[in-house]
């Protein structure tokens, strides 16, 4: 671990130094707002075995005992310092080139609905009390978050997912830091391709040159780029070769952030294994996972097969048959939660197959809404899981004001495996 002041700095727009920072102070960072966040970061404390008291109108706590500061300064989610030294995590979401607090380094790469807070998936991986060299799960991997805070904390972590544009996606923010170098030394390359036309001297289709990339990694990158544009297309009505060539710019500069900040902070990252699979059959050995983290498809309020649809067809699926094996969009009227209900039970029965004895699941889920009526989906799924057989721990309420007054809600469920 390598010595960090708060004299070699440079903050991103979101966040400011501080001018004190005791010895013996942690300080929150400055966009913690949120109870569950305060929560949360106790927590973290507490499975990390830290003594403290809480001061400063809960913005600060006071260290009263501690062993190990580097393993603080280099694992918790919602400090920006500790005992005089800036944490890893407030280096790491420096790196931000967007204008979003949380989507920092290669979070911000496509434009997914229902994407996790990465500051509470790192929290989470420290409460499940997961270590460098042990396996998380997320079977419901979507946008990537788990696999890129799990590498950053060197667990190791593996990703399914039904649908190839998750699995596309988390791919590239987890994979594309090895391959940088021959990223950019395309660039010029692939961007010829496209100017002035999507079509080259010789009429070779843009998606066409992507696709006869060699290296598979590499490819993702390039393709993941054309569906972002595709994307701004569709949803925005925004000029494709003009967003092509900005989205690839700021690509490459997350993912060259990503390596940047690896160097600097000395991080040990985790290997990620990203999967197109389903949560209700995992091929997955019993008792394998040495921790969950992972949310459940929101599939009977936000139809995630329309959603992605003009990605989906770029990447050459037929949309009627891909909706089959989706979790929660199948059906109609009561059947559809019927059978949303079945695939869910499928899944936490596959989770607590694959987990092992006395290990942790964290379960992010929220009451959804459909044809007007609240689905108890919190409800339903501490029944299940416990009929399974797990043991819920925690029951933490995410509460959320956003804009309006309007006000969101999820659970926190943590179980254990006994």
């Not at 500051?119 to 270590?131: E, S, V």
């Not at 010029?188 to 990694?217: M, T």
């Not at 004895?357 to 959804?368: E, L, M, R, Y």
């Amino acid at each position: 671990m390598i010595t960090r002041t708060k004299n070699n700095i440079n903050t991103s727009w979101a966040y400011k130094k501080n001018s004190d920072t005791k010895k013996n102070s942690i300080v929150l960072l400055d966009n913690v707002q949120f109870i569950y966040e305060l929560a949360l970061a106790q927590l973290e404390l507490e499975k990390l075995d830290i003594g403290f008291e809480v001061t400063n109108g809960l913005r600060e706590f006071r260290l009263t005992r501690y062993d190990d500061l580097d393993e603080l300064v280099g694992r918790t989610a919602y400090f920006k310092i500790i005992a005089g030294k800036y944490t890893d995590y407030f280096h790491i979401i420096q790196k931000n080139n967007t204008r979003s607090v949380n989507q920092y380094l290669t979070h911000w790469i496509y434009p997914y609905k229902g994407k996790f807070h990465p500051q509470m998936i790192r929290a989470l991986l420290n409460i499940l009390g997961l270590k460098k060299g042990n396996i998380v799960l997320d079977p419901f991997i979507g946008s990537g978050t788990t696999a890129v805070e799990a590498k950053l904390l060197g667990i190791d972590c593996i990703g399914v997912d039904i649908s190839p544009v998750c699995v596309v996606q988390s791919k590239v923010k987890t994979e594309s830091v090895d391959t940088i170098d021959t990223i950019e030394k395309i660039k010029d390359n692939i961007l010829r391709k496209i100017s002035p036309s999507l079509f080259n001297q010789e009429g070779e289709p843009l998606l066409e040159v992507i696709n006869s990339i060699p290296d598979e990694k590499v490819r993702n990158f390039y393709k993941m780029a054309y569906l972002v544009a595709v994307s701004d297309n569709a949803r925005r009505k925004r000029n494709f070769e003009q967003s092509f060539h900005k989205n690839l710019i700021l690509m490459i500069k997350s993912v060259r952030d990503f390596k940047d900040v690896v160097g600097k902070l000395r991080l040990n990252l985790g290997e990620t294994r990203i999967l197109r699979g389903d949560a209700r059959d995992l091929l997955l050995e019993n008792e394998s996972i040495d921790g969950i983290v992972t949310s459940p498809p929101y599939s009977i309020a936000l139809d995630y097969v329309f959603n992605d649809a003009h990605a989906l067809k770029v990447l050459g699926y037929d949309l009627p048959e891909i909706r089959e094996e989706f979790v929660g969009v199948r059906g109609r009227g009561r059947e559809r939660i019927a059978l949303y209900n079945q695939d869910m039970e499928e899944s936490y029965e596959e989770m607590y197959r694959v987990l092992k004895p006395k290990k942790f699941a964290a379960i992010v889920v929220g009451n959804a809404t459909y044809m007007g009526k609240e689905v108890n989906t919190v409800e339903f799924s501490i029944e299940c899981c416990r009929k399974i057989g797990f043991e819920l721990v925690k029951n933490i309420d995410k509460i959320i004001f956003g804009l309006y007054n309007v006000m969101q809600k999820e659970n926190i469920l943590i179980f254990q495996k006994p």
